[in-house]
């Protein structure tokens, strides 16, 4: 038996290499490989990071992996993404800038690791620093004139930062801005912190805690003045045919003063502008007025206030009954009859303007150009020499136009009504 398993033992594994051949062909053809890249980028996990250090490198969030993997193997991964990972292991590394290869694991098998971009990650940690800064406050502008602002408060007082120390050392401020301009009333606010360099420029990489800080001030108005609304007098009607649409005065409040206080308290909250003329207008106006104020009180800021008034034409409609059909671009040698020979046409537009129309006024054609022999149907068309009136409908809207040669009578059959 050994005798014949030496002579033969060639031919054993002649036949073995052959049978693994066939066995891999037969797999290889069922579940062919093939290289893609993956449809979305790997997200990059970092892990090992020491909690006294903080990365200041912005690196990717996701790198590109492609891989080689039996037609099955992909349709497990296209399944469930998350079986490739991307990590950078940060793990025993101190400060300073160090250049790491990316490792990708793959939780199944088998699988190739064609390419990943990018393949090695160069970064800086830096040790993390923190400090506690008084939160400032940063004022522009003026409360609105006759109120003074009392004593402000910040909540928190103070804020707590934290970052790589490169950039903590950049950071000499926390600053809050409040604009007054035009302030009447209590100034109540959540505003967000600022976080500035000795340049008053931003320093990035920085968090902050809290964010936001609450200011409050009162807003009080001083003795002797007083806020009050302005009341437009209007005389005089409009032009026959127009509307007055809206009135607009600006500003609507103005601010009053006055030595003696009782004489403002006096007032009954509104105070009137000079009369507003309106008689036979017939477009916008725009113009400045005075107030009526009583003696001894005076206004502050501008003497006059800026008054807009809309005036616009009232819009309406009108019939044109019995408007006569043109025939336009009739060919040679052809005649042609219409019915009806007149229409009704409905416009609107301006009152004004309506008033003026006449039938001159307006056409109304039917076109023949390019139409031969027979009955056709036909919708004129209106034409209005003023301007602003629009055609609104024609009654018929449709004209049956029977065209012939000269010279043959052409029989019209009036339908019964």
């Known amino acids: 038996m050994l005798h014949w398993i030496n002579r033969n033992y060639r031919t054993f594994l002649w036949a073995f290499a052959l049978a693994m051949a066939v066995w ?11 290289t893609r890249v993956l449809t979305n980028p790997v997200p990059l996990q970092i892990v090992g990071q020491d909690p006294g250090l903080i990365l200041n490198d912005e690196i990717p969030t996701a790198v590109e992996v492609t891989l080689r993997a039996p037609r ?25 800038v160090h250049e790491l290869d990316l490792q990708i694991q793959v939780d199944v098998r088998p699988v190739k690791i064609e390419s990943v971009t ?25 409360a609105a004139i006759g109120y003074q602002v009392g004593e402000i408060t910040i909540d928190p007082l103070k804020i707590a930062m934290a970052g790589a120390q490169s950039q903590v050392q950049k950071v000499q401020r926390a600053r809050v801005s409040v604009n ?28 902050i ?37 809206d009135i607009s005065v600006f500003p609507p409040i103005v601010t009053v003063f006055a030595g003696n206080t009782q004489l403002v308290n006096a007032l009954p909250g509104v105070v009137e502008t000079q009369p507003l003329d309106l008689q036979n207008a017939q477009e916008d106006i725009n113009t400045r007025l005075a107030l009526n104020l009583p003696e001894g009180i005076s206004i502050v800021g501008d003497q006059t206030v800026l008054i807009q008034a809309g005036i616009s034409p009232i819009e309406s409609s009108v019939t044109l009954a019995g408007e ?19 229409v009704d046409v409905i416009v609107s537009g301006p009152l004004p303007l309506l008033d003026t129309l006449t039938r001159q006024d307006v056409r109304v054609t039917v076109d023949l150009s390019g139409l031969g022999v027979g009955t056709h149907q036909i919708t004129p068309r209106v034409e209005v020499l003023i301007s602003n009136v629009v055609v609104e409908s024609i009654l018929p809207n449709t004209i049956e136009v029977v065209i012939s040669p000269i010279g043959i009578p052409t029989i019209t059959v009036t339908p019964t009504p």
Request: proline residues 6%; aromatic residues 2%; hydrophobic residues 40%.
């Open 24 to 34: 891999v062909s037969a797999v290889t053809s069922a579940d062919p490989d093939e």
């Open 72 to 96: 099955s193997v992909w349709s497990l991964i296209e399944a469930d993404p998350q079986i490739v990972q991307a990590i950078l292991d940060l793990s025993g590394l101190s400060s300073g």
């Open 118 to 142: 990018p393949r090695t990650i160069t970064c800086t940690l830096e040790q993390l620093a923190t400090q506690t800064l008084p939160v400032e406050l940063s004022m522009s502008g003026e």
């Open 180 to 207: 007054l301009s035009g302030l009447r009333e209590n100034f109540d606010q959540i505003i967000p912190v600022e976080i500035l360099d000795q340049n008053g420029l931003p320093v990035d990489g920085i968090t």
């Open 209 to 245: 805690s809290p964010e936001l800080v609450r200011v409050s001030m009162p807003v009080s108005q001083q003795g002797g003045y007083r806020d009050v609304a302005v009341k437009v007098i209007v005389t005089g009607r409009v032009a026959s045919g127009y509307r007055l649409t």
């Open 324 to 342: 006569r059909v043109e025939i336009i671009g009739l060919g040679s040698g052809l005649t042609a009859q219409v019915s009806p020979t007149t």
